[in-house]
């Protein structure tokens, strides 16, 4: 793709694997400068050489824990340090626990909004100025749960929940600073975490992976899982000018699955 973007300064936010990190890489191809940010130091560090040495843009890896108040400023800081400027953020970081409702403790709904919505709230407030300041972007990764419930998913439906309505909400603050904000709902993306959880559902009643993975397909009536750089796509697009009549918006990425208006 060739979107425009070149020259561009980024932070993205659960970088280190998955959906954050094909992010990162698609930014970087279109010549974005991108600084990542996740709890795992070395997965960073690794990932920034990687994307320096691959496309030629500088990066930067900035290693914090994004459930703690004082670490989304820090990110920015050190963005706006190396490259001068932010045009754009990506949040991405936040993974909730999935199980039976009645398991789920106040613990567990409580890291859940830590990392997830308070961690997106507070990286936006932290960027805005800099976004404002450069008429950029915001892209908020979200998920499917937000718009389809489901009884083992209770935590994350909530925060993304909240998170749609957040970025709405900013979208309209967004109009008056020439800030634009949109989120992307993923479905199941064959990430390391999803293939985690099917062979631990494998281990769980004697199946395969495979045969857990069809399943769960079957289930929701969707061909196949999404690849992480088809998420990363979309971001970079939502991101380019060439979406700029596209504001206050959330895309589902799913194969289909979200049926519901």
């Given at each position: 793709?060739?979107?425009?973007?070149?020259?561009?300064?980024?932070?993205?936010?659960?970088?280190?694997?998955?959906?954050?990190?094909?992010?990162?890489?698609v930014?970087?191809?279109?010549?974005?400068r991108v600084?990542l940010?996740s709890?795992?130091?070395v997965?960073?560090?690794?990932g920034?050489?990687?994307?320096?040495?691959?496309?030629?843009v500088?990066?930067?890896?900035?290693?914090?824990?994004?459930?703690l108040?004082?670490t989304?400023?820090?990110?920015?800081?050190?963005?706006?340090?190396?490259?001068g400027k932010l045009?754009?953020?990506?949040?991405?970081?936040?993974?909730?626990?999935?199980?039976d409702?009645?398991?789920?403790?106040?613990?567990d709904w409580t890291?859940g909004?830590?990392?997830?919505?308070?961690?997106y709230?507070?990286?936006?407030?932290?960027?805005?100025?800099?976004?404002?300041?450069?008429?950029?972007?915001v892209?908020?990764?979200?998920g499917?749960a937000?718009?389809t419930?489901t009884?083992?998913?209770?935590?994350a439906?909530?925060?993304?929940s909240?998170?749609l309505?957040?970025?709405?909400?900013?979208?309209?603050?967004?109009?008056?600073?020439?800030?634009?904000?949109?989120?992307?709902?993923?479905?199941?993306?064959?990430?390391?975490r999803?293939?985690?959880?099917?062979?631990?559902?494998?281990?769980?009643?004697?199946?395969?992976p495979?045969?857990?993975?069809?399943?769960i397909?079957?289930?929701?009536?969707?061909?196949?899982?999404?690849?992480?750089?088809e998420?990363g796509?979309?971001?970079?697009f939502?991101a380019?000018?060439?979406?700029?009549?596209i504001?206050?918006?959330?895309?589902?990425v799913?194969?289909?699955?979200?049926?519901?208006?």
């Amino acid at each position: 793709m060739n979107l425009g973007l070149k020259g561009r300064s980024a932070i993205v936010t659960g970088a280190s694997r998955g959906i954050g990190k094909a992010i990162a890489h698609v930014l970087a191809e279109e010549g974005v400068r991108v600084a990542l940010a996740s709890r795992d130091g070395v997965s960073l560090q690794n990932g920034a050489r990687e994307i320096e040495s691959r496309y030629g843009v500088e990066a930067l890896a900035v290693p914090v824990d994004l459930s703690l108040p004082e670490t989304p400023a820090v990110v920015v800081e050190a963005a706006v340090a190396a490259f001068g400027k932010l045009d754009i953020l990506v949040n991405c970081a936040g993974a909730t626990k999935r199980g039976d409702f009645f398991d789920l403790t106040d613990e567990d709904w409580t890291d859940g909004f830590a990392l997830k919505f308070f961690g997106y709230v507070r990286m936006t407030r932290a960027a805005w100025p800099h976004l404002k300041a450069a008429g950029g972007s915001v892209i908020n990764i979200v998920g499917v749960a937000s718009r389809t419930p489901t009884g083992d998913h209770a935590i994350a439906g909530s925060v993304n929940s909240a998170l749609l309505n957040f970025g709405k909400a900013m979208a309209d603050i967004g109009r008056r600073d020439s800030v634009r904000v949109n989120s992307i709902n993923p479905g199941y993306i064959q990430t390391d975490r999803l293939m985690d959880r099917l062979r631990s559902v494998a281990a769980k009643t004697g199946s395969t992976p495979e045969n857990v993975g069809r399943d769960i397909l079957n289930g929701i009536g969707v061909r196949r899982f999404g690849e992480p750089v088809e998420i990363g796509r979309i971001t970079a697009f939502l991101a380019s000018d060439l979406s700029a009549y596209i504001e206050g918006a959330s895309l589902d990425v799913d194969g289909g699955w979200t049926r519901g208006l």
